[in-house]
Each structure stands twice: as C-alpha cells, then as structure tokens.
C-alpha cells in the first residue's frame, strides 16, 4: 500500500538550513500535486509549499525568497529547502501527495507522511 517517508529534519542554529526529502512507494499510477505543511502545538497546521504536475510553485508568504520545493518524478521524491531558519519556524513538517492508485479516474486520493521534526535554536 501506499506510503510517504520523509526524512531530513533535525537541529539547526537561527539563520542556518535544512533540507528536507519525502519519498513515496506502493501501488503508484501518478501523482499530481506535491506539498509541504507544518504545525506547532499552538499553531493550526499551514501549508507552506505546493508544486503541481505541471510544476506549478505556491509558498506561503512568510517564507517566500527563502524556501524552495522541487519534485523528482522518477523517484516519487519532493524535496524543500529552507534556508534563513528562524526560532519561530521550529515545527513538525509534513508531506502530503495526490496519489492515483488504480484504473480509473475516481482513485485519487491524498496521502500524508507521518513528519519530521524540524528544530531551529537562537
């Protein structure tokens, strides 16, 4: 069955960067849109970056010029660079794909990793 595995999260200083990698694996057609979401326990989860199959880019405006998504279909991969971390975006990431996973156009569906932790210290 379909699963998401991201990797890539851990502890890095203010100003510093992480790059963070989600791979997905299982019963696979095609995936449309790739994103990156995040949450602390006193913020409502936000998305903070999509690409389309079409390579299609949206960013929160919070981390516009900072953050860069990009996708390897031939690995099922996205990936996010965040760079110019801030204490204030120490957060669970996760990744979210729109999985085709049968014949027919009705089989869509959203799948999500389980996260990775991202800390950022002052």
């Known amino acids: 069955q379909v699963q998401l595995v991201e990797s890539g999260g851990g502890l890095v200083q203010a100003v510093g960067s992480l790059r963070l990698s989600c791979a997905a694996s299982?019963?696979?057609?095609?995936?449309?849109?790739m994103a990156w979401y995040r949450r602390t326990p006193g913020t409502e989860r936000e998305l903070v970056a999509s690409?389309?199959?079409?390579?299609?880019?949206n960013y929160a405006e919070s981390v516009k010029g900072r953050f860069t998504i990009a996708r390897d279909n031939a690995k099922n991969t996205v990936y996010l660079q965040l760079n110019s971390l801030k204490p204030d975006e120490t957060a669970m990431y996760y990744c979210?794909?729109?999985?085709?996973?049968?014949?027919?156009?009705?089989?869509?569906?959203?799948?999500w990793g389980e996260g990775t932790q991202g800390t950022v210290s002052s």
């Open positions: 299982g019963g696979i057609i095609d995936i449309s849109t």
């Open positions: 690409v389309s199959s079409s390579e299609r880019q």
């Open positions: 979210k794909f729109r999985i085709r996973t049968g014949k027919g156009w009705g089989t869509w569906a959203d799948y």
